[in-house]
Every structure is written in structure tokens, then in C-alpha cells.
């Protein structure tokens, strides 16, 4: 852009792809932006003057790297498509180039912020096609039901914290991230990092949960019930809060269903549907919770299914911590668990000095056999198959391909934020330019597991 | 390790493997449809040799025999136990006299009960299995495309995921296209999700669905060409360097078949 500020039409001297020019349509159309608005003419009586905004990738209220392109009248949003793959990194054609157990490592970085549910459904999908579901050992499913809450959890705080920063609520972004910190400090714990924790792999878990987690986990349930209840005080029935989100971006049953879209935003339509109840796995049946439903099918329904969701998950975390019995967190078959557990050394997590002393001095076979399972890895039978789990953001699924092979085959994620976000144009069109950032604040699409 | 995991031909009857089309009787029963009885054939996916699929150097590592083919799951028989001879006989019933030609095969794969159409039938399949109400099917969970190079004349394999929250079923439909005449028809109309989803299929493996509204390429950029994630498109991995050391890319390392 020149410095120059143009006063009227007349003064108009921009490069040749900046000037006005006529479509096939026989519109006009002008290119322009911050300080060229004198230039532009309104459209002579009897013509449709219209606006179209290219809203990101870079854009603080896209909830990531999302650009939208919006066709406005005024500030009425009469057509609005989404552009992505600006966060493609062909995670799915990486991971046919690696091993099974390799892939775990993958696909926690689909979905970054609930990492966990992509590792569960993977890891769920693999045991299906070598059917061994049956064979996980009863603390390795406790294991992974804690940590598929926690990770729902941590997922849905972001969820309300980057809608109301999004909104304008920046305390609700300021107390969500707070929340969020207290549950990657307790998967920190867990798994030794933050995020993309690679710590639910085929067959059970990576590493046996640290001595005296439940009480820290029981800690972290007492410290969140507080705060959850802060930003239900906070959002709830708040005027502002309710202005910005009652009966906007509305998308019923049917719409939902038609365009695919599930979790909270079905749930928020009034539709009980939760996959924890309907098809469970890793005993979700032994567990008491309520599926939460609004019946407002807007974006203030889809906050407080959210925020009940939060209760929910602690109480499954309340009951999983009960059902915690010592025992193997690995399938017993030593043809696909790592020879040893992951200890925590002088020098970070890494194999147990016992178990390299024994391979090192003692088994040259455990050696063969360690060696062996790590860098070749282990064989999947061919044929495919489909697993599904709930994730924060609804039905989050894989299909796994093996060709009988150490690799997958073909590894697709059907991640819920990509369906989802297809529902923006339904949700949108007609509505404010405003209610259009409600409206995917309230989809909570995460552009890594929508982009993969 | 031992290729114990993989089909072993022992179990399976054996049957002639041919790659075409199976030929459907017309004389069969709709018992018949989809079953072996009516000509559905395991089919021959890829064959795989030698241990660690070295070419053009030799293996000494006393594997190099190796041979094994990656077979299709057989077709399933009657009665196939549960809802699923339910949901064969109302989507049979449902298709009337276009149900031979439509239904290739009925399998069991990874415990999921599939079905396996022929690609100009398949709308009517999805909208069959969508719409009546002893099937209902109400949400599908998009399509993913599988690049079989080898499975000739079925080159490109597209599946789609079908949940029935009315009856709580899950049932997968497979269809096939050739690889040198990638149509497939959109079914965007039967199920409004599959808009991005076939919009993915066609940017990452090259399958045209005929009749999508709107069929460009949805996360690579506009003008990239080819479709990457077909099995003849490259990685792109560039061998990484570290104290004089070189780890070759992931596509160049040892694999084991």
C-alpha cells in the first residue's frame, strides 16, 4: 500500500489489479482496503451493493487459522463459506510411513488441544483390527477413561475461554486458560508433557500412572468444582453474555444429523447422543454420568452443555479414581507391548535401568526381541476397520486400513471439527457478521484436527 | 516375527481369485445377493514379497521368498447372525430388481458388517439405507478413499461409515472405481456431510464424484498438482543430517512387509 490518502475517484492512480473491473456477471467489482474506502462509489439506484470480507487465516476471532469469506449487505451476512487446509501437514500420509506404535505419536498432534482422544481412538481402532479389544487390562481402561475426561476437560475450558475472548468476554478467557493450566499440570504428571502426550498406544498405555495421583487428581476435582462454578457465576444469566449468544448460529436436529454435526452442538439441539452411552468402550457402562441437553439449539445451549459436561467429567473422574485396582496397564502379549515400562530417571523418562542391564548383560534374546519390536515394530492382520470414541467435540472416528504390514495401510481421522465446521454457512446466513464469530466460537473447531 | 497374523489361506476356502467384477447370476435368490452363491469372491488387494520389500538387490536374510498376497475379507454367508440379515433383506427388498446388480458382496470387516456396492447404484443404496424406516441411517460419517494400486480395475476404493441412531446400528458401505476412469457419483444430495468430505477424497486421491456441487480441492492449495495421498505420490522426505551422520527420509528407511 502507497501512503497516499485518496480524497475522491479522480485520484485513484493504484496499480492496474487494484483498479475497479467489470466480472462476466457484469458487476463491478473494487479491491480495496484500510484507507481506500473514499474510493469507492455507491452502486447507482436499483443495483445490489454488496461486500465481500475475507475474514483470516490470520484473524484473532477465527478460533484459528480459518478464513472465512463473507458476503455482506450492510452487516448482514448473506453468504459465508469457510476456506481451510492451512493447517494441513498430511498427518494421515506421515503416518503410513511409520509404525503402529509410531502412530500414536501422530495423532495426538490431529486435535492438539484433547490429543488424548485422538491417541484413544487409534489405539482403539488398532486393537480392533487385531482383536485383542478384550485383552486390555482392566487399570489400563480406568487409565485411559481418567484421561480421556481430563482431556475433555481441558478441551471444553478452552472451549468457553477462546469463545468469550472471541466475544469480548476476556475474563472468561482469562479464567478458562487459568482452569486449563491445573489439567495439563495433572496430565504433565501423567504423561510427562503438556500436550501431545503419544501416552495411549496400542494395546493399553504408555507408562503406569506416577505414585499418589490420586490424590492429586482428587485435588484437581475439588480446585475445578470451584472454579467451574466461578464461570458459571460469571456467564451464566449474564445480560451481555446472553445477548451475544441466545438464539444465535441455531442449527435444530435435523440440521445437525443431515450435515453430520455431533457432540455438544447435537446435544445442545436436544438430542441425548453420546457415544460414552451408546456404543461404550473401555467400560464407559461402569460408569454413572448424565448426557447434558439443551433444547435452545443455539450457541448459549451449546455453553451450558459444556459447562454441565465439565460436571459430568469430574464425576467420572471421581468414580474412575475408585475403580483404580493395581494390575498391568499393557496387553500381556509380549509380540506387541514394549518390553519394558518408561521410567522416570536422572536424566528423564526413558527404558528401566533394570530392563537395559538385563538385555544389556544378561539376555542376548530379550535383546534380539527388544530391537526387534522397536524398530521393526509389530504386524497388524490386513483388513480394515472403524473405531469410534466421544471426543470433546464430538464423534470422533478413524478408519484404519493394514495391509497386513508393521505400518498402516491408509490411517483416515474423521475428526468431528472438520463436519462440524460445514455447518457455519447453515448457521450463519442471514444472520449479523458478529453472530457469525458466535456461531463458530460456539462449533469450537480445532484447525489442527480440522486441516490433519 | 512370524506372518501368523496375516489371512492364512489355510482357513479361508479356497477360491479363485479374480480381480474384475464378480459375475452376478441372474437367476439368484435374493438370499443369494452378495454372497458367494451369487458369485462375491475374495478378492487380491496387493501381493507382497520378500521380508523387508528390498528390490533389485539381494536379500540375504533368508526371507526373501517371502510371498504373500493381501486378500479382501470373504464374502460373508447366510444367515449372518443378528440385524444384519435384516438390514441385508430390507435394503434387498428396498432396491427391488436393481439389487443383484447394485449389492456386489456382504462381508464382515473388522467386526463391522459391510457392504460392498457397485459405484452407479451406490446413491440409491445410501439413499435406500438413509430413508426407509426399517433401515434408517440417518447419519454417515463421510468418506475416506483407499488407494489400492494393484487391486486392477479397482483401483480406487471409497468408503463410507453409516450410523443408525433409530435402531443404534453402524454399517460400512465400500464402492470401487477404476483408476482410469475415476468417477464415483457425489451423494452429497442423500447425506449434505459428505460436501467436504468428497471435496478431501477427490484433493487427496484423485476421485471425482460426479454431480458435487462445488468439487474443488479443500486443504491443499488451489493449483497443486497431483493428489498426495495416493500411494504413487512420494512422501517428500528429505534425509536429515546430524553430527556427519544421515538418517535417511522415512519413505527411503528399511520397510517390512
Redesign the interface.
Known amino acids: 500500500m502507497s501512503d497516499t490518502t485518496y480524497t475522491s475517484a479522480a485520484d485513484f492512480d493504484e496499480p492496474i489489479e487494484n483498479q475497479p473491473f467489470d466480472t462476466t456477471e457484469g458487476e463491478r467489482v473494487f479491491t480495496v482496503t484500510g484507507g481506500d474506502w473514499d474510493t469507492v462509489t455507491p452502486a447507482p439506484d436499483g443495483e445490489k451493493d454488496r461486500l465481500v470480507v475475507n475474514m483470516g487465516p490470520q484473524h484473532p476471532s477465527t478460533h484459528g487459522v480459518l478464513r472465512m469469506i463473507v458476503e455482506l449487505d450492510g452487516e448482514t451476512v448473506e453468504k459465508m463459506r469457510c476456506a481451510i487446509g492451512y493447517l494441513h501437514t498430511g498427518i494421515e500420509k506421515n503416518m503410513e510411513f511409520r509404525t503402529w506404535t509410531q502412530g500414536s505419536t501422530f495423532v495426538t498432534r490431529m486435535d492438539y488441544v484433547a490429543g488424548v482422544h485422538n491417541e484413544l481412538v487409534y489405539s482403539l481402532g488398532v486393537e480392533k483390527l487385531m482383536g485383542i479389544e478384550d485383552q486390555i487390562p482392566e487399570r489400563a481402561n480406568v487409565i485411559r477413561v481418567i484421561m480421556s475426561e481430563l482431556s475433555r476437560i481441558s478441551s471444553h475450558v478452552v472451549a468457553i475461554a477462546t469463545g468469550g475472548m472471541e466475544l469480548g468476554a476476556l475474563t472468561g478467557m482469562t479464567a478458562g486458560f487459568r482452569d486449563r493450566e491445573i489439567v495439563l499440570d495433572v496430565l504433565e504428571a501423567i504423561t510427562g508433557l503438556r500436550m501431545n502426550h503419544a501416552y495411549i498406544r496400542p494395546g493399553g498405555v504408555a507408562v503406569d500412572l506416577p505414585n499418589g495421583i490420586e490424590k492429586t487428581l482428587t485435588d484437581m476435582i475439588a480446585l475445578l468444582r470451584k472454579r467451574f462454578r466461578d464461570v458459571e457465576n460469571m456467564l451464566v444469566g449474564n445480560a451481555i453474555w446472553l445477548g451475544r449468544t441466545q438464539g444465535i448460529g441455531y442449527l435444530d436436529v435435523a440440521g445437525c444429523l443431515a450435515l453430520g454435526v455431533t457432540g455438544p452442538i447435537l446435544r445442545a439441539a436436544g438430542l441425548p447422543w453420546d457415544l460414552r452411552k451408546e456404543q461404550p468402550y473401555c467400560g464407559f457402562e461402569n460408569y454413572e454420568f448424565e448426557v447434558p441437553t439443551q433444547t435452545t439449539a443455539d450457541c448459549y445451549g451449546r455453553f451450558l452443555v459444556r459447562l454441565d459436561e465439565l460436571q459430568q467429567s469430574l464425576n467420572i473422574i471421581e468414580q474412575a479414581v475408585d475403580k483404580l485396582t493395581p494390575g498391568p496397564v499393557v496387553v500381556e502379549d509380549k509380540k506387541i507391548s514394549w518390553p519394558s515400562q518408561l521410567v522416570v530417571g536422572l536424566d528423564g523418562q526413558g527404558n528401566s535401568l533394570d530392563h537395559i542391564r538385563h538385555i544389556m548383560g544378561q539376555s542376548m534374546e530379550g535383546l534380539i526381541h527388544h530391537f526387534k519390536l522397536v524398530t521393526e515394530g509389530f504386524r497388524v492382520p490386513a483388513g480394515q476397520a472403524y473405531a469410534a470414541v466421544e471426543s470433546a467435540k464430538g464423534e470422533l472416528g478413524i478408519h484404519l486400513v493394514s495391509d497386513g504390514g508393521t505400518r498402516p495401510y491408509r490411517a483416515h481421522m474423521r475428526d468431528p471439527s472438520f463436519t462440524n465446521l460445514q455447518s457455519v454457512a447453515a448457521m450463519t446466513e442471514g444472520g449479523m457478521l458478529s453472530d457469525a464469530i458466535a456461531s463458530v466460537a460456539s462449533i469450537d473447531p480445532v484447525m489442527g484436527g480440522v486441516d490433519r | 516375527?512370524s506372518?501368523d497374523?496375516?489371512?492364512n489361506p489355510a482357513e479361508q476356502p479356497e477360491q479363485p481369485e479374480v480381480a474384475g467384477v464378480p459375475a452376478t447370476s441372474d437367476a439368484a435368490s435374493p438370499q443369494a445377493i452378495g454372497t458367494a452363491g451369487a458369485g462375491a469372491q475374495q478378492r487380491v488387494?496387493?501381493d507382497?514379497s520378500g521380508a523387508f520389500g528390498i528390490q533389485g538387490s539381494p536379500d540375504v536374510s533368508g526371507y526373501g521368498m517371502l510371498d504373500?498376497a493381501?486378500?479382501s475379507?470373504p464374502p460373508a454367508e447366510r444367515p449372518f447372525g443378528g440385524w444384519y440379515d435384516t438390514v441385508a433383506d430390507e435394503l434387498i427388498a428396498d432396491l427391488g430388481t436393481s439389487a443383484g446388480q447394485a449389492i456386489e458382496q456382504f462381508s464382515f470387516?473388522?467386526?463391522?458388517f459391510t457392504i460392498h456396492v457397485n459405484r452407479e447404484n451406490l446413491p440409491a443404496v445410501l439413499q435406500s439405507l438413509r430413508d426407509k424406516e426399517t433401515l434408517r441411517f440417518?447419519?454417515?460419517?463421510?468418506v475416506?478413499?483407499?488407494?489400492w494400486p494393484a487391486d486392477a480395475g479397482r483401483e480406487l476404493h471409497a468408503?463410507y461409515?453409516l450410523?443408525s441412531?433409530t435402531h443404534?446400528r453402524?454399517i460400512?458401505v465400500e464402492t470401487t472405481c477404476p483408476d482410469s476412469d475415476p468417477h464415483i457419483p457425489s451423494t452429497v444430495q442423500v447425506?449434505?456431510?459428505h460436501?467436504?468430505?468428497e471435496r478431501?477424497t477427490w484433493d487427496?486421491f484423485g476421485i471425482v464424484f460426479d454431480g458435487h456441487p462445488h468439487l474443488t480441492?479443500?486443504?491443499?492449495?488451489d493449483d497443486w498438482p497431483g493428489h498426495?495421498?495416493r500411494k504413487d505420490y512420494p512422501?517428500g522426505?528429505i534425509p536429515v543430517e546430524y553430527k556427519g551422520a544421515t538418517t535417511p527420509a522415512?519413505?527411503h528407511?528399511r520397510?517390512?512387509?
Do not use: C
Open positions: 516375527m506372518d497374523s496375516t489371512v488387494l496387493d507382497r504373500r493381501v486378500r475379507a470387516e473388522g467386526g463391522d440417518e447419519l454417515s460419517l463421510g475416506s478413499g483407499v488407494h468408503v461409515h450410523r441412531l443404534k453402524f460400512r447425506y449434505p456431510t460436501d467436504w468430505h478431501e487427496m480441492r479443500i486443504l491443499m492449495p498426495p495421498q512422501l522426505g522415512p519413505d528407511r520397510s517390512y512387509n
